[in-house]
């Protein structure tokens, strides 16, 4: 719980300075058509804070049911502060984010940062971490742009092994994992209000 009342928190600081100078032309909400192709949610909204800067909040989840072989259930949220410079969602961007999650995944393909064990195992626990964003976005029309980014950081996981994906799987063990690489790839559809 103080993990989740720490993301909650993180939020909540870089959206309060956001408000300061919101305009409704620069407001975007924006869906990831790749987290889409990975059978997750990944949905994000962003707001100008001047010229050259905007915060952007995107978060991903995959709640689905689990079936007897496989688990793949977790949400992530990334809050980041992006630096344009030519003018705020135009062009290229730099960002700084941080992030979290929480997940329960097993019989799947791995995916950042989780061992490639998680095919045959089941893995449940917390992830936390940062890192930098480069990426570009198209202006297609007057309310409509797209975008295109890639993240790469460092991530801290905690987890619980069990020996199988199964449901009533025996944990095995218990430890934690640092992790360098990417945190996020991302090709969406933006609306600009």
């Known amino acids: 719980m103080k993990f989740r009342a720490k ?7 870089a959206f309060a300075f956001a408000t300061q100078t919101v305009h409704a032309q620069n407001v ?16 994000g909204a962003e ?3 001047g010229y050259h800067w905007s915060t952007e909040l995107y978060g991903v989840i995959s709640p689905w049911k689990r079936t007897e072989d496989k688990a793949k259930k977790y949400w992530a949220v990334q809050p980041e502060v992006r630096y344009w410079p030519c003018q705020a969602m135009v062009g290229h961007f730099f960002g700084v984010h941080v992030d979290g999650a929480q997940y ?8 950042f940062g989780l061992p490639k064990s998680v095919k045959d195992a089941r893995y449940e626990g917390w992830l936390a971490g940062g890192g930098v ?25 905690r987890y619980k092994k069990f020996e199988s994906p199964e449901k009533c799987a025996p944990q095995v063990g218990e430890r934690s994992h640092n992790y360098w690489g990417p945190t996020k790839l991302s090709a969406s559809i933006i609306y600009i209000f």
């Open 7 to 13: 993301i909650a928190a993180a939020m909540a600081v």
């Open 28 to 43: 975007g909400v924006k869906a990831n058509a790749l987290s889409f192709a990975h059978t997750a949610l990944g949905m």
């Open 47 to 49: 707001m100008s804070l």
């Open 104 to 111: 329960n995944v097993g019989g799947a393909a791995p995916f």
């Open 133 to 157: 964003t480069y990426g570009y976005q198209w202006v297609l029309g007057r309310h409509w742009n797209a975008e295109a980014a890639v993240s790469v950081g460092y991530e801290h996981l």
